[in-house]
């Protein structure tokens, strides 16, 4: 009963989710495990569906369910995959579930790198004792709607954002931040460039960030409360560039099959009905298309990098002699194969890539001859 609320952060990908159709995805292997064992689950949300079983019997009463993953409406989602799954197995506690449980929208901001080397050097350093260190950047934004059925702490006393706006917060966070790691990894991994702040150091990658963002970008996200979404980008570009921070091209290159449909495809769509440009839209899933064949400019391989490498890997090198293979992957582009100019677009730059290179490619975009 002194659980009121739980918190999730299990990756975009984590959540069960059609692709297709955007609603909950039943056929999965655990999630038929939970259905059919509910009381041995496999899940985050076998287990909070167990945990509020209990609670509704005891008459204890609902937790809020607080989702922390990059995902727009990630509340709504959780919402979807927990009532989802229990209606698998107990229809009335489904029923009850989503009666009485709240799950707010949220969106939480702070670059958390991957415990390697230098972050086990560091505690040493420091004389702490802690074989699996967490480091982050200084900055950290949390922003929830306050929908909260067994109350909450009073967080805005240390900074928490309490608003009705979550989604225009969550919009510049996902289309500047996680599109623009993605404008940024894909290239830096071609280019055998190591980290984030290394690609912004790089002239190219760093001139294809800036271009991308603010022509192709920020154009499609709303200003919130105290932020535009220019000054939001100049931010960015600092939080990017910081090289304290050790985050790699591979870490935020990883799950693309589940990041670009996320991040980057949202807004090329809103390019495309506002008849805006989305060449350097295109060229970033050139890039990504690119990298998933397997190889780097150098000539060294590039290792799995997603759950569903093998299926992308092969389709990357088919369309290396035709483009359209890549966006005949209905699971991500969906309709956007029978748009012209995204076909032709998407088609010129991975053709260039393959012929002339990604530093090229890049240039041609940027207007850096030279590359």
Same mark, same amino acid.
């Given at each position: 009963?002194?659980?009121?609320?739980?918190?999730?952060?299990?990756?975009?990908?984590?959540?069960?989710?059609?692709?297709?159709?955007?609603?909950?995805?039943?056929?999965?292997?655990?999630?038929?495990?939970?259905?059919?064992?509910?009381?041995?689950?496999?899940?985050?949300?076998?287990?909070?569906?167990?945990?509020?079983?209990?609670?509704?019997?005891?008459?204890?009463?609902?937790?809020?369910?607080?989702?922390?993953?990059?995902?727009?409406?990630?509340?709504?989602?959780?919402?979807?995959? #927990?009532?989802?799954?229990?209606?698998?197995?107990?229809?009335?506690?489904?029923?009850?579930?989503?009666?009485?449980?709240?799950?707010?929208?949220?969106?939480?901001? =702070?670059?958390?790198?991957?415990?390697?080397?230098?972050?086990?050097?560091?505690?040493?350093?420091?004389?702490?004792?802690?074989?699996?260190?967490?480091?982050?950047?200084?900055?950290?934004?949390?922003?929830?709607?306050?929908?909260? =059925?067994?109350?909450?702490?009073?967080?805005?006393?240390?900074?928490?954002?309490?608003?009705?706006?979550?989604?225009?917060?969550?919009?510049?966070?996902?289309?500047?931040?996680?599109?623009?790691?993605?404008?940024?990894?894909?290239?830096?991994?071609?280019?055998?460039? &190591?980290?984030?702040?290394?690609?912004?150091?790089?002239?190219?990658?760093?001139?294809?960030?800036?271009?991308?963002?603010?022509?192709?970008?920020?154009?499609?996200?709303?200003?919130?409360?105290?932020?535009?979404?220019?000054?939001?980008?100049?931010?960015?570009?600092?939080?990017?560039?910081?090289?304290?921070?050790?985050?790699?091209?591979?870490?935020?290159?990883?799950?693309?099959?589940?990041?670009?449909?996320?991040? #980057?495809?949202?807004?090329?769509?809103?390019?495309?009905?506002?008849?805006?440009?989305?060449?350097?839209?295109?060229?970033?899933?050139?890039?990504?298309?690119?990298?998933?064949?397997? #190889?780097?400019?150098?000539?060294?391989?590039?290792?799995?990098?997603?759950?569903?490498?093998?299926?992308?890997?092969?389709?990357?090198?088919?369309?290396?002699?035709?483009?359209?293979?890549?966006?005949?992957?209905?699971?991500?582009?969906?309709?956007?194969?029978?748009? &012209?100019?995204?076909?032709?677009?998407?088609?010129?730059?991975?053709?260039?890539?393959?012929?002339?290179?990604?530093?090229?490619?890049?240039?041609?975009?940027?207007?850096?001859?030279?590359?």
């Amino acid at each position: 009963p002194e659980i009121r609320i739980v918190s999730l952060t299990v990756t975009e990908g984590g959540y069960f989710i059609d692709p297709a159709t955007k609603g909950f995805d039943a056929t999965h292997p655990d999630i038929q495990h939970d259905a059919q064992n509910p009381g041995t689950p496999k899940t985050a949300f076998g287990a909070m569906i167990a945990a509020l079983r209990l609670r509704r019997d005891a008459s204890i009463g609902p937790f809020t369910g607080l989702c922390c993953d990059n995902l727009q409406g990630n509340g709504a989602i959780l919402r979807q995959t #927990v009532v989802g799954l229990a209606k698998l197995s107990d229809p009335d506690l489904a029923a009850w579930i989503d009666d009485n449980c709240t799950f707010p929208n949220s969106m939480v901001d =702070c670059i958390v790198p991957a415990t390697g080397p230098d972050e086990l050097a560091l505690v040493q350093k420091i004389g702490i004792d802690d074989a699996v260190p967490v480091t982050h950047e200084n900055f950290r934004q949390w922003v929830i709607e306050d929908r909260f =059925c067994a109350s909450r702490p009073p967080w805005e006393k240390v900074g928490v954002t309490f608003t009705d706006a979550v989604h225009d917060y969550e919009s510049m966070k996902i289309r500047i931040l996680n599109a623009g790691h993605q404008v940024l990894a894909n290239a830096g991994e071609l280019l055998s460039v &190591p980290t984030i702040a290394d690609c912004m150091a790089h002239p190219a990658i760093q001139a294809l960030f800036t271009k991308v963002e603010l022509e192709e970008i920020a154009p499609y996200v709303k200003p919130v409360a105290d932020m535009t979404p220019s000054s939001y980008v100049e931010l960015i570009n600092r939080r990017f560039a910081n090289p304290s921070i050790k985050d790699t091209t591979r870490r935020v290159a990883f799950d693309g099959s589940s990041r670009h449909p996320g991040f #980057v495809l949202p807004i090329l769509r809103d390019a495309l009905a506002d008849g805006g440009s989305i060449e350097g839209l295109c060229l970033v899933e050139a890039l990504w298309a690119r990298m998933c064949a397997g #190889v780097r400019e150098d000539g060294s391989d590039i290792e799995a990098n997603d759950p569903f490498w093998d299926q992308l890997k092969d389709t990357a090198q088919r369309a290396k002699i035709n483009p359209r293979e890549w966006l005949l992957m209905d699971q991500t582009y969906g309709d956007l194969i029978d748009q &012209p100019q995204v076909v032709e677009t998407f088609t010129r730059w991975l053709n260039l890539i393959w012929q002339n290179g990604t530093a090229a490619a890049i240039g041609s975009y940027t207007g850096d001859v030279t590359n």
